[in-house]
């Protein structure tokens, strides 16, 4: 089989996500047939730096030997089991693990990052009900995303994927995010938020954010002091907060969860993608005790969370997690990921010169190179996909935004001719 011949096969039959499906007329499909570490295989020897980790899941590399061991050994005990009525040792076991980490008492499973928003939106908006009170608003910030369901999709503000729909959506209002790293600016998107605040807390139900990094939205950063005073706020006003930990959990920011650089604990965690190390569709609502115990009363007095999905608290999902954690524990990987973040930032620099660079931005482990202003029609996020992976990188930019999220695992050579490649295809525009 070639590449080509693939294509043809695949376009055949298969609608690919996020794609006009046109533009496979003059752009090819990469058919994959392997993947070890940070490289993808092709069916003609290619190989490719998978630099945005597969769309932000993978952290310890493709074919990870742990992880498929574990997953190995599971596959042959339990694949999969109803998780009402009934349990199993993986989400036991990874409950309590992430009880441990992030400070919040229960786990309430879903199998992908949409469907863990949904779960967290209609848990809050549930809770005031359960307390006589209906509060039908969500408050998110400007720019933000948190899926692509509907409920997700409401509460997030790229209009790209949001305003086709708009007429399907429920409401919600947006706050500005701070408009850069600083503390001033998170200082002063506070005020605006107090305000908010002020005048909307009886009709919102919570408040959702993306600590740290609005990801889909462009890889804006702010300052954690803004996480800081949104919680102080939330709490002072009685409005719950989300924080989406999907893109910013496991590693991805500097330490385990964003939150903890702001040092918050937040009314409901939401975590996928790299919770199985980028394995398995497996996510979790992280809550604590309080929005737990205001459902938890006798059957007829109908206050129960009445929500499912098929493959909830999969085993085989739960495992790969485990495994994850495990070898974040074994391996100590938030310090050497500080270490090869700092070399990231080095790495930054020369792009700092270039006369169409407006920007450059870092957290952890995603380094970020906004362009000025191109007219969309131009697409330069493909014409970069495209320059990029002559040299062997996948890079993804969304919009004039190039963004460089590898897997952990990268190693400093890889990341120089990850860099390389994002360097020359910018100079090539
Ligand atoms: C990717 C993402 C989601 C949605 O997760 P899916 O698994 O793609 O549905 C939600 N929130 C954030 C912050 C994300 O980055």
Redesign the pocket.
Known sequence: MTNEMMMQRDIEVVWHPCTQMKDHESIPIIPIRSAKGVYLYDFEGNKYIDAVSSW?VNIFGHANEYINQKIKEQIDTLEHVILAGFTHEPVIELSHKLRELTQLDKAFYAD???SA?EVALKMSFHYHLNKKEQRKLFLSLENS????TLG?LSVGDVALYKETYGALLIESIQTPAPKDQSIEAAKKALETLDLILNKHHKEISAMIL?PLVQ??GGMKMYHPHYLKGARELTSQYGVHLIA?E??TGFGRTGSMFACEQAGILPDFMTL??GLTGGYLPL?VVMTTNDVYNAFYCDYNEYRAFLHSHSYTGNPLGCVAALATLDIFENEDTIKTNKLKSLFMIRQLERFKKLENVKEVRITGMIAAIELREYNPKERVGVKIFQLALKRGVLLRPLGNVVYIMPPYIITEQELCKVFDAAYESITML
Do not use: F, R
Request: aromatic share 10%; hydrophobic share 30%.
């Open positions: 932000w992908n990052g949409s928003i995303y948190h899926g692509e997700a993306e990801g889909a989406d999907i893109m996928s993608k996510s």
